[in-house]
């Protein structure tokens, strides 16, 4: 809850829902990218982008796969990827559900650098053309280069 202010997503004022409906609307229009991927490693990669959706549409985690570049590694299981496919099959996760807000804990942190610019291209799309707003936190200045306003800090400060 914030000290100061209001917060409203989708046109709700967040500290007057309850506990029940603030997590619905966190499933539905939050999508969360972990620095630890927190993949279930038991799920396939598909499986694993499927558990968010409501609905467990097969053939829109797969578009989503496909998107982060993984259309040859649906069936595969966690200790099958590697860390940067793991990275990206958490950014298919987050997006399952369409949400409207996107927080990113390092979202290309285990990505080559070709890796990085197809999710940071595919971030700045999905900003764009859908309107999604990202938060991402990053020390990858690639990551960066692709972020309409940067705000640093230092030691817990903006600078």
């Given amino acids: 809850m914030p000290t100061n ?11 007057k829902l309850s506990q029940k409906e603030q997590a619905l609307l966190r499933r539905k229009s939050i999508g969360f990218i972990f620095q630890r991927f927190n993949l279930l490693p038991q799920l ?17 985690a797969k578009k989503l796969l496909d998107k982060v570049g993984l259309s040859d590694k649906y069936y595969r299981f966690q200790n ?53 707003t990202i938060v991402a936190v990053t020390h990858n200045p690639l990551s960066a280069e692709f972020a309409k306003e940067i705000i640093k800090m230092l030691d817990g400060n903006i600078i």
């Fill in 44 to 60: 396939t990669a598909l499986e694993n982008v499927m558990l968010p959706m409501i609905s467990a549409d097969e053939e829109k």
């Fill in 5 to 15: 202010g209001t917060v409203l997503m989708d046109g709700k004022e967040t500290k």
């Fill in 80 to 132: 099958q990827l590697s860390g940067g496919e793991q990275q990206r099959v958490a950014i298919a996760r987050a997006l399952a559900n369409d949400p409207s807000i996107l927080l990113a804990d390092e979202p290309t942190g285990e990505l080559d650098t070709e890796n990085t610019k197809l999710i940071m291209k595919l971030l700045k799309e999905l900003n764009e053309k859908d309107g999604l």
